[in-house]
Every structure is written in structure tokens, then in C-alpha cells.
């Protein structure tokens, strides 16, 4: 199995940056993903990362370091939009169909 | 709108019933996944098909079975329901390799 560890919430100002974290435990790896959440919606994709780096997209970036399990997604030029989860998920290794989820960062933007 | 289309959107029903949700991949997708969304569970999965094939299963019920349709549309069916079972029941879909899978609005389940 996996363990993946993400903030419950965080809550930032319009305009900031703000970098969500998410580690994770794993036998193996196949990529992370970052999604996005706006409650009593469907998720979107965000981003992907199988090798170490960055990778940027937008105003979204999102990093990876395999070595130390961990990953994160910055969020620049924050919009009131922008107040959502974003979920952390690691596709399993022996399965490409199937990710894990972490429980997902709140983001609250606020004026 | 992500191209995967499920229904219905809203479901109320009582315990020990039996429900069937239905799921229509994005055009071209041959894989569909189903999760199920609670609010102590967060995003779990629970099955994956791949052109009418069982690929992985994740921590689904026994009362719970789904399939794939040769026209590549999938269907969840729910028995014996418990008011556990109530949560967002979401389907997704990709292309063959590629790692971005879309989601559809999801099935809110009521149990009663």
C-alpha cells in the first residue's frame, strides 16, 4: 500500500503564492498527480510528474523528488477561484489504472 | 464539461435496496475508472476496466460489481445498500496510456 501525507487546509491571500505539500510512502512508483477540487464538483487535472523537476503549467508549477517522496504544487497570482482541494495522488506501481489519493489540501483565498 | 457523462446525478434509496449507475466515457477512452467520494474517506478507487476487461480493483465491496459494455460504456451496481454507501460515486476515462483521466459530475447516493 501507500501513505500520503498533504496539509488539511491552508488559507492564503489574493495575488500571494501558496505551495501545498504532499509526501508519500511507497514499494514503488509510477507518477504523482495533482488535482483540483471545487466541492460537490468533479476533479481536475492538474498536473503530472514522473521524473524529478518541475514542471509549470500556467500559474500552476508542481515538483517532484523521488528520492525523497515528495512533491508540491504551487499556486501563483492566487484567484478567489482558485479556493478548492487539491488532491496528491500516486498511481500504483503494479497498476497504471489505478491512483491513490491523499485527503486533499483545503485552500481558502480570501480578499 | 470533461466529455464523460453519468447518470443519474442524484439518487435517494433505502437500505437493502439495489441501485445501478451508468457511465459514459469520453469518445475514444477505453478505460474507465470508478471512485467513490465520502466525506470521512476522501477519493477512493475502486475498480478500473480497459476495453471490457477487469484491469485493477481497489478496496470495493463484494455488494458492489461493475462492468464494461462492448460500446465502452460502464455500469456500477450497488446491493444490499447500507447508509455507508452514501457518498459521490465518480467515473473517469483515458485514453489508452496517457496519465490525465477525466472525470465525470458523479452520483451523489443517498441511503435513506
Known amino acids: 500500500g501507500q501513505n500520503i501525507d498533504q496539509p488539511t487546509e491552508m488559507t492564503a491571500t489574493e495575488g500571494a503564492i501558496v505551495q501545498i505539500n504532499c509526501t508519500y510512502q511507497?514499494?514503488?512508483?509510477?507518477?504523482l498527480f495533482w488535482y483540483q477540487q471545487h466541492a460537490g464538483e468533479a476533479p481536475t487535472f492538474l498536473s503530472y510528474n514522473v521524473l524529478d523537476g518541475l514542471e509549470e503549467k500556467g500559474r500552476f508549477s508542481s515538483f517532484l523528488s523521488r528520492s525523497k517522496g515528495y512533491s508540491y504544487l504551487l499556486l501563483k497570482e492566487l484567484q478567489m477561484k482558485d479556493s478548492a482541494s487539491y488532491l496528491c495522488?500516486?498511481?500504483?506501481?503494479?497498476?497504471?489504472?489505478?491512483?491513490?489519493f491523499g485527503a486533499g489540501t483545503q485552500v481558502v483565498v480570501t480578499p | 464539461d470533461s466529455g464523460v457523462t453519468q447518470t443519474p446525478k442524484h439518487l435517494i434509496t433505502a437500505t437493502g435496496q439495489r441501485v445501478t449507475l451508468r457511465c459514459s466515457p469520453r469518445s475514444g477512452d477505453l478505460s474507465v475508472y470508478w471512485y467513490q467520494q465520502s466525506l470521512d474517506q476522501g477519493l477512493q478507487f475502486l475498480i478500473h476496466?480497459?476495453?471490457?476487461?477487469?484491469?485493477a480493483k481497489g478496496n470495493i465491496l463484494e455488494r458492489f460489481s461493475a462492468q464494461q459494455f462492448p460500446d465502452l460504456h460502464s455500469e456500477l451496481n450497488l446491493s444490499s445498500l447500507e447508509l455507508g454507501d452514501s457518498a459521490l460515486y465518480f467515473c473517469?476515462?483515458?485514453?489508452?496510456?496517457?496519465?490525465?483521466?477525466?472525470f465525470g459530475q458523479g452520483t451523489r447516493l443517498t441511503v435513506v
Open positions: 473517469a476515462s483515458s485514453v489508452t496510456q496517457g496519465p490525465e483521466a477525466f
Open positions: 495522488a500516486v498511481r500504483d506501481p503494479d497498476s497504471w489504472g489505478k491512483l491513490q
Open positions: 476496466y480497459y476495453n471490457g476487461e477487469e484491469r
Open positions: 511507497t514499494s514503488g512508483f509510477n507518477g
